[in-house]
């Protein structure tokens, strides 16, 4: 499945004299299986690009195609359920449901999807082994660590085996270390899934791994490069 804008548009306070261009005139395209990293200033619209990139946010104009569906013509529950089949988010502040365990949150958007109990339970398990949190599995959030809920948060995005993970400044609050660890967890799953993630990120350690950054700026693309040769010296 590949992502394409069209001339994509997002403007807060359209209707003021103040409007603001989120996000101007995009055309963009990201392909299946890619590792990208969006980058640039607080305000340059690498949050608002990815919620529209995973229909959170409607765009003022233009288009998102996915795989020759534009979801910006989708209702309301075409768009959910476009979003739960298609799209993984990991977000910055993790959104863990606090009540259920690690398992459980993991679980959850395959019960959604209507997987059997024992699907469930499988994947979920297998996905929180790979993060390494074999022996976490029935802490709820609170009784784990940033990090550890950050790895709760990867695997709860891969569980449903979306195509797309929109991953929205995902190291913000880890350590060097966690840092480390989680996204060599997510290029070997990025690999080993064909799943395609794209981060919005200030953080070099993400863009030292990108195997593309994309650069943004008062909403308009800036640079647009691929760095294949680092990412695959820095995972060897």
């Known amino acids: 499945m590949t992502i394409q804008t069209q ?3 997002k403007i807060y306070n359209q209707d003021t004299d103040y409007p603001v261009h989120a996000v101007h005139q995009l055309d963009l395209t990201i392909a299946q299986g890619e590792f990208v990293a969006v980058m640039g200033p607080s305000g340059s619209g690498k949050t608002t690009l990815l919620n529209m990139l995973g229909g959170i946010d409607t765009p003022s104009s233009g288009t998102v195609d996915i795989d020759g569906c534009n979801i910006c013509d989708l209702d309301e529950k075409a ?10 988010f990991i977000f910055q502040d993790y959104s863990l449901l606090p009540v259920l365990t690690a398992l459980e949150n993991v679980e959850f958007v395959m019960q959604l999807q209507g997987h059997s109990e024992q699907e469930c339970r499988q994947r979920a398990t297998e996905l929180l082994t790979q993060v390494g949190l074999a022996d976490q599995l029935h802490k709820v959030p609170s009784k784990l660590s940033g990090g550890q809920q ?5 695997a709860r995005a891969l569980a449903p085996r979306p195509r797309f993970v929109m991953a929205d400044e995902p190291t913000a609050n880890l350590d060097a270390k966690s840092t480390a660890e989680l996204l060599d967890i997510m290029l070997h799953l990025n690999e080993q899934e064909g799943t395609t993630f794209i981060f919005s990120t200030h953080d070099p350690r993400v863009i030292k791994r990108a195997r593309r950054v994309i ?3 008062d909403g308009q693309l800036k640079q647009d490069k691929l760095q294949q040769e680092n990412a695959q ?4």
């Not at 768009?79 to 993984?88: S, T, V, Y």
């Not at 950050?150 to 990867?154: F, I, K, L, N, T």
């Open 7 to 9: 001339q994509l548009c």
């Open 79 to 88: 768009l959910i359920a476009f979003r739960r089949d298609h799209i993984g």
């Open 150 to 154: 950050q790895r709760v948060a990867v």
């Open 215 to 217: 650069v943004f700026e």
């Open 233 to 236: 010296e820095d995972v060897a």
